[in-house]
């Protein structure tokens, strides 16, 4: 599985190359993503060596329909994107993993037999390293100690879930290298979502790290959250006359932790109170049938992002049947409705603890004035960071200039959706998921 590092430069040098990358970025960014890859294999062998090596992308992914419904039992479709994050790794014989990352430093080290949470690597890369190989030994499946040199076009702050992409990487890493590719992606997704909530620190679902380990656009149904239903589509009929991005408002997630923790905490209470453990199988009656004593159990808040949640996991059923179908105005009306509703009832496009940086709010309000046609909503988990939005061909640049002038040079970020989910792309131009 593994090949020499003079190998894989060999093959990045030719012709043959072209074809994974197009699958992987697309056609239009072959070239770049070449030469993306020579520079890492080139500091990969400056740092470690010319070893045997296994080079492992693992994508970031977009949330296209159901706004925070994963942890509550829902419903949501989601998308692999083209950004990613990319590794070079060599196995190293011993214990220790060693992680050189471009753009980031110090190099980080961790001893693989230490696997004890740390308070002061909260939100840090090596919680997430710690926690995969915690998950991976509760398990009962092999682990051991490699060094690796890591690009990143999946960015912190992007809303792109960088931190999934990574943790679903190390488990990939492991996988592949140590357990014969036997994990499937489900397991891999999980040992991710592990890392992030019980050792990075953040309450997340199991959307982000699915979306990355699995690929595509997805359906997914957390009704049963340890076997979640999964559907492929394979149908994009938006792309035709539209082109997708993200506005990355400059927006800092510092502190907002207990923002995004409120919102399944909120919902968890609202449904405790209407007798059941968690939102999934509410019906809006089931909450006016009990408004008054509800309001004083929980108050006003909740109510209203139970109510996102109920109405959201239906129009994601409704979003994936109108892409299946080819029905572009019909899927983007419901992209619309679903950005109305995570503004309005869910509340996650401003932080309450500051009026003067609301970025998220802003670039909705000038995207909708602006554009008119197409469609836009709040990307991920919210507060800050980032928007989405459906822009008409013919606008594209003009829409860029303008909305660059607001948020900065390079703001604006085009997706790519529908490529394969984690996976080695070996010296020989296979790519093999890893899962």
């Known amino acids: 599985m593994t090949a020499s590092l003079s190998a894989y430069l060999e093959f990045f040098a030719a012709e043959r190359s072209s074809p994974p990358l197009a699958t992987l970025y697309g056609p239009a960014d072959q070239a770049s993503q070449r030469e993306r890859c020579i520079r890492l294999l080139q500091r990969q062998r400056e740092r470690f060596g010319n070893g045997e090596i296994l080079l492992v992308s693992a994508p970031g992914r977009t949330e296209l329909g159901g706004n925070h419904t994963d942890h509550n039992h829902g419903r949501v479709l989601a998308a692999a994107v083209n950004l990613d994050c990319l590794a070079a790794i060599s196995p190293n014989g011993g214990d220790w993993i060693t992680l050189n990352s471009e753009g980031f430093s110090p190099e980080i080290t961790i001893d693989i037999r230490d696997t004890l949470a740390k308070s002061s690597e909260t939100g840090r890369p090596e919680a997430l390293v710690r926690g995969?190989?915690?998950?991976?030994?509760?398990?009962?499946?092999?682990?051991?100690?490699?060094?690796?040199?890591?690009?990143?076009?999946?960015?912190?702050?992007?809303?792109?879930?960088?931190?999934?992409?990574?943790?679903?990487?190390?488990?990939?890493?492991?996988?592949?290298?140590?357990?014969?590719n036997r994990l499937p992606a489900t397991e891999l997704a999980l040992i991710g979502q592990y890392a992030e909530n019980s050792y990075f620190g953040k309450p997340c679902g199991l959307m982000d790290q699915l979306a990355s380990a699995a690929g595509h656009i997805l359906h997914i149904d957390f009704n049963n959250p340890d076997k979640p239903?999964?559907?492929?589509?394979?149908?994009?009929?938006?792309?035709?006359?539209?082109?997708?991005?993200?506005?990355?408002?400059?927006?800092?997630?510092?502190?907002?932790?207990?923002?995004?923790?409120?919102?399944?905490?909120?919902?968890?209470?609202?449904?405790?109170?209407?007798?059941?453990?968690?939102?999934?199988?509410?019906?809006?009656?089931?909450?006016?049938?009990?408004?008054?004593?509800l309001r004083e159990l929980v108050g006003d808040r909740a109510i209203l992002r139970l109510m996102h949640f109920i109405l959201e996991n239906d129009r994601v059923e409704a979003m994936a049947r109108a892409l299946q179908e080819n029905a572009t105005e019909t899927?983007?009306?419901?992209?619309?409705?679903?950005?109305?509703?995570?503004?309005?009832?869910?509340?996650?496009?401003?932080?309450?603890?500051?009026?003067?940086?609301?970025?998220?709010?802003?670039?909705?309000?000038?995207?909708?004035?602006?554009?008119?046609?197409?469609?836009?909503?709040?990307q991920g988990g919210g507060f800050a960071g980032t928007i989405q939005v459906y822009i008409p061909r013919a606008r594209f640049q003009q829409y860029r200039q303008y909305i660059e002038g607001v948020f900065g040079s390079g703001s604006l970020i085009e997706l790519h959706v529908g490529r394969p989910g984690v996976c080695a792309l070996l010296a020989d131009g296979r790519l093999l998921p890893a899962g």
């Open 132 to 180: 995969v190989v915690a998950a991976f030994r509760q398990r009962g499946f092999a682990i051991g100690g490699f060094a690796a040199c890591l690009q990143a076009t999946c960015l912190p702050g992007t809303g792109l879930s960088s931190s999934a992409a990574f943790s679903v990487l190390i488990a990939a890493a492991f996988n592949l290298l140590f357990n014969d």
């Open 229 to 293: 239903l999964i559907e492929r589509i394979d149908s994009c009929p938006f792309a035709a006359d539209y082109r997708l991005a993200v506005v990355d408002t400059g927006g800092s997630h510092v502190g907002l932790t207990p923002d995004y923790a409120a919102i399944p905490r909120e919902m968890f209470a609202a449904a405790a109170a209407l007798g059941r453990p968690f939102a999934r199988g509410l019906s809006l009656d089931d909450v006016r049938g009990r408004l008054p004593g």
């Open 331 to 378: 899927y983007l009306s419901l992209v619309r409705a679903s950005g109305d509703s995570s503004w309005r009832l869910l509340q996650n496009c401003s932080s309450t603890t500051s009026t003067t940086s609301q970025g998220v709010a802003l670039a909705l309000v000038l995207t909708e004035t602006f554009l008119g046609d197409g469609a836009w909503r709040v």
